[in-house]
């Protein structure tokens, strides 16, 4: 099988000893989202409504549809659990060790 051909880049068209813009116009590269466990689970909600509406056109029952989609809901519900959990962890580690017991789990006897 050959192999695919190298990218060729097109030769700048500026007149010589001009610098090239600092933003070139291109796609626009997608921004990191503030709440990306909001994302993940907006996500699963849109696919908890889609995928029984798939299931029911390619002839599946309307009860085995509804099942599937109460199934989803169920596993989406506890992801969501999960992730927020995980989020408060995360910050919470971020803010450090705060108060009196800020000791890390550790003995204040040394042995």
Known sequence: ??????????????????????????????HPSADPAGDVVRWAVFCCALVPVVLVVYGTSLGGAAGTALGLAAVTAVCRVLLRRAERGLRAEAAGPRGRHSHGGRNHRQR
């Open 1 to 30: 099988m050959p192999a695919p051909p190298a990218a060729v880049t097109p030769a700048s068209t500026a007149p010589a000893g001009t610098r090239p813009p600092a933003h070139s116009p291109g796609p626009a590269a997608p």
